[in-house]
């Protein structure tokens, strides 16, 4: 078999395997790197476990849901260029035809009352897991006297001084940048 | 045309922003949909909800519904492209050299900004989000003294008790919207 064969049979067994990882992991995230491990570690074993640990630390220290820099990485190291492009489409196409279908006819579901009912009690839910995902990172985070200065200019900034959510997060990944170079030049005195 | 890129543009910006991906990006997704008039702050909610109850990550979900809402199919290709794209650059450029990103120090001094404002977004998005649903006209004695906020109230301690017993997502919701079939319920019957 040429190599060329080999390549695109490698690219359709991504774009099947990130198929299937866009369309039955709910939550996304962290429930998906799991699954993506499981898959492509395990089971197909285009990487090793050592490298999907690298590949995790690389996608939360990069711009770009988890998940998505995640598949790009593995389709990356399975097969090139091609193969991330390959990778990332699996796992978006799963959830763009969903959420096609749920945009299309949302204003009909939106027209039931009951389901309305519904909402009300919903939105509550949901201030209450966007607090239960708050309560996870601030808990597995380590925190010093340096995080918790930056936790509350962050918090002021957007809560009280009503800043744009762009501005604070470029500020804040220079002020990280900063404090390295600080502590650089003082190792040097 | 000019509002598809306006949409590629916009999720991109979303994409590019984020870090640590799901939660951390609603109070960015939010801040940007509500100041194009995309979305209301209470469909915000009810769409985090629907993202949560559909395979998929929330910012391919939230790109997609949005897009679709704006500019129909068009739109939502545009708007997903946008999210992806950040992703798919940066790793492409940093995959032949990811072990030297990994232990660069100007990296991890840069996500020791980052994680702390991260997260301190997404309690600002959290308390906006309170503010919406529990004083919607407002801060007065009037409004806390209603049947309407004692079911908020009920159902909002129903649902810190369940994350309080590490409860999964899905029964969060299904609970809170129990209570407010419930609460829709009798308004009909007794009000």
Known sequence: MSEKSNKLGACLQLFWSFFKIGALTFGGGAAMISFISAETVDKKKWITDEEMLDIVTVAESTPGPIAINTATFVGYRAAGVLGSVVATLGTVVPPFIIMLFIAAFFDFFKSIEAINYMFTGVRIGVIALILKAFLKMFSSCKKDAFFYVMFALAFCAVAVFGAGTIPVIISAGLIGVGSVLVSLRRAKK | ?191
């Open chain 2, 1 to 191: 045309m000019t509002e598809l890129l306006y949409l590629l543009w916009t999720f991109f910006k979303i994409g590019a922003c984020t870090f640590g991906g799901g939660y951390a990006m609603v109070e960015l997704v939010k801040e940007q949909v509500t100041a194009n008039g995309w979305m209301e702050m209470q469909e915000v909610l009810d769409f985090i909800a629907i993202s949560e109850s559909t395979p998929g990550p929330i910012a391919i979900n939230m790109a997609t519904y949005v897009g679709f809402n704006v500019a129909g199919l068009p739109g939502a290709f545009m708007a997903t492209a946008g999210v992806v794209l950040p992703s798919l650059i940066v790793i492409m450029i940093i995959a032949r050299f990811y072990k030297k990103f990994i232990v660069n120090s100007y990296v991890a001094g840069a996500m020791r900004g980052l994680r702390p404002a991260a997260i301190a977004l997404i309690a600002a998005a959290m308390i906006s989000f309170a503010a919406e649903v529990f004083l919607p006209v407002g801060f007065s004695v009037g409004n806390f003294l209603t049947f309407e906020m004692l079911f908020s109230v009920i159902t909002l301690g129903l649902c810190l008790f369940l994350v309080y017993k590490k409860a999964k997502p899905h029964y969060i919701l299904l609970l809170s919207a129990m209570c407010g079939l419930l609460w829709g319920s009798i308004q009909n019957i007794f009000m």
